[in-house]
């Protein structure tokens, strides 16, 4: 357990994890079934996570990792096994059948339901999680004995933690990523010239599966989170405000995107929530500096269109917990492979979200010709196999 001191916070422990997202929280309950003990530091309130409307779609992988943590039973008696998904352009649409093609699914289960399980399995652990934190820093993480301090909710006091190991799980803004040396990390990017304006509503899906739909005006996306709430996204430009977007708009804009039967059959509804997200792809090697590890968004971030991010952090997260487990059984050979066995699942799926989204979205600068490459980019994926079974092999997770 813990080492206490009079402050109610402890000041030792063997991993500091830093962020309280899906990536923080699946390493916390994998370390706790390993016997290992984790102390978890989020910035924000738990209710301001768990109000949090993210993912949707799980790869075949994510949903074992899920059940071996041991928070697998909300997902089995709710989630939605999706055998495949439809793609549309010029008005025409087809299906990839993923399970014919690569002999694996997908699940529907919003993340926001993977962080409660998550959660609710941290306060049955008897883990200390400590929420509001402010000013976190990552110290001597290039020694033996790294810690952590941070302040506590609006005091000005600061306290420390010392560990084996810190496990850096706070997103693309947090502050592990930016703790390492400079000049020791290295970035890759491109940002897009668009975002996704996202609605949920509680209205019945226009579709039993996806509908990810080319079209000269942009892209759009018909997802959802059960029988009876829609989860819908459009394709908008850099800037573009929330406040410019009543729900008729949306609803309009999303029907002149997807085919006229699936705009004929959208049933609508008030949003119940509506937020705008960037896109863009992201990468920083490597995911380790001596005691310091990167898992999830602080390592990389994809853009949704290959529903990759959440599915990344589950694989990241499964790879560190094996390699910290592997260091408390007695072999450190596997903290070393991390960055590396990691990094190369994250670049197979960067690819991967990268063209499906410059297959998808429609460019500022695009000319017909490019509109027409990718219809016709999607013409051939509707007519050859091999290309069907590539996409059914990424979409659904390349292997661990
Ligand atoms: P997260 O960002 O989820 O969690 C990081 C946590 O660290 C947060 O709780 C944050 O408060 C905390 N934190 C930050 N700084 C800190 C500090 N200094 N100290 C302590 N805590 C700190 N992925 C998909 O697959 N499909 C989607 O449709 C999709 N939609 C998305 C929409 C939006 C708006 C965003 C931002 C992401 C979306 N993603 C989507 C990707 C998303 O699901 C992430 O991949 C997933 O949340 C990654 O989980 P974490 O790595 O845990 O990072
Ligand atoms: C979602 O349901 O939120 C979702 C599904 C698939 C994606 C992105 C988001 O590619």
Not at 31 to 43: D, F, K, P, Q
């Amino acid at each position: 357990m813990a080492a206490w001191n009079g402050t109610g916070f402890p000041k030792r422990t063997q991993v500091v994890i830093i962020g309280g997202g899906p990536a923080g929280l699946l390493l916390g309950q994998l370390l706790h079934r390993s016997g290992i003990e984790a102390v978890l530091l989020e910035r924000r309130s738990r209710d301001y996570v768990l109000g949090r409307i993210r993912a949707g779609v799980l790869e075949s992988g994510t949903v074992d990792v899920l059940r071996r943590a041991g928070v697998g039973t909300r997902l089995d008696a709710e989630g939605i096994p999706h055998d495949g998904c439809y793609l549309s352009f010029a008005n025409r649409g087809f299906r990839i059948d993923f399970f014919a093609l690569a002999g694996r699914r997908v699940t529907v289960y919003g993340q926001t339901e993977i962080t409660a399980d998550l959660y609710g399995a941290r306060e049955l652990s008897g883990d200390t999680t400590i929420h509001n934190v402010e000013n976190v820093v990552l110290e001597d993480f290039d020694s033996e004995s790294p810690h952590v301090t941070f302040a506590p909710d609006g005091s000005g006091t600061r306290h420390r933690i010392d560990c084996d190991f810190i496990a850096g799980c706070d997103g693309f803004h947090g502050v592990s990523r930016k703790s390492f040396p400079r000049g020791t990390i290295r970035e890759f990017e491109r940002v897009y010239p668009f975002g996704w304006l996202g609605v949920l509503s509680e209205t019945p899906p226009v579709n039993e599966e996806l509908i990810y739909a080319n079209h000269e005006r942009g892209f759009a996306l018909c997802s959802m989170r059960n029988p009876n709430l829609s989860r819908y996204y459009i394709q908008v430009g850099q800037g573009e405000r929330l406040e410019d977007w009543p729900d008729t708009r949306f609803w309009d804009e999303l029907r002149r995107r997807i085919p006229v039967s699936a705009a004929e059959a959208l049933i609508t509804g008030p949003s119940i929530e509506k937020s705008i997200a960037p896109l863009r792809s992201f990468v920083a090697e490597p995911m380790r500096r001596g005691r310091l590890f990167l898992a999830g968004d602080a390592a990389h971030i994809v853009p949704p269109t290959g529903a990759k991010g959440l599915n990344l952090a589950v694989s990241d997260v499964h790879y560190l917990h094996d390699a910290l487990a592997g260091h408390y059984g007695g072999d450190s050979s596997a903290l070393d492979r991390y960055s590396p066995r990691a990094l190369d699942r994250v670049w197979m799926a960067v690819r991967f979200s990268w063209w499906m989204t410059n297959t998808l979205h429609r460019y500022p600068d695009q000319t017909v010709f490019d509109q027409r490459m990718q219809e016709t980019e999607l013409a051939h994926l509707d007519i050859s196999e091999a290309a069907k079974r590539s996409m059914a092999e990424n979409y659904t997770g390349l292997p661990y």
